[in-house]
């Protein structure tokens, strides 16, 4: 066999090992980004679902908008300043619900912003709570941006609640089309 044959099934064959390993490398590198995308959102699940989430989430529902009481709004405000607060362990409680809830939601918005976690599939599943949680907590974020004379606070929080508010007009339910339902529907009917 001549030599530049052999130099030529030797070079055919060196490109197609690269080639598979290449492909085997883009495959294995999709597979550690799907696991690094479900260890994401099994975080996220579990950070949302916590008992001092729950807890905090309970307060905030409890207690309402305080942002009308006039001695709350002067106790937020000194501390979005770091100033000196009378102590009121009802108001801190609310403070620290606050701040626990929005600092969460805003860690979730960088996630989702930066690509981390997959915003399709993190909408899907908490759109509404995340829009819920804005709704209830934007009074406060705005005492407290006032305060700080700063639209950065919170505002990955806010990012995701305008795309979550987005994402409900668009997808008015995540239920396959043409896919028999068990329940009747209760969309409005014209």
Known sequence: MPLELVNTIAAILTTTVIAATAIAATIQLRHMRAGNQIAGFMTLRNMLDDDAHQR??????????????????????????REAVTPNDRYAEVYSALTMTANAFETLGTLVRNGVVDRQLFLEQYCSVVLGSWRRLEPYIALVRAAQNDDGTWEDFEYMAVLSERFIEEHPSMYPPGMPRLLPSYAKKS
Do not use: H, I, S
């Not at 989430?57 to 937020?76: I, K, P, Q, S």
């Open 56 to 81: 905090a989430d309970a307060v905030l529902v409890r207690e309402g908008d305080l942002t009308n009481d006039e001695t709350f709004r002067t106790y937020l405000t000194a501390r979005a300043k």
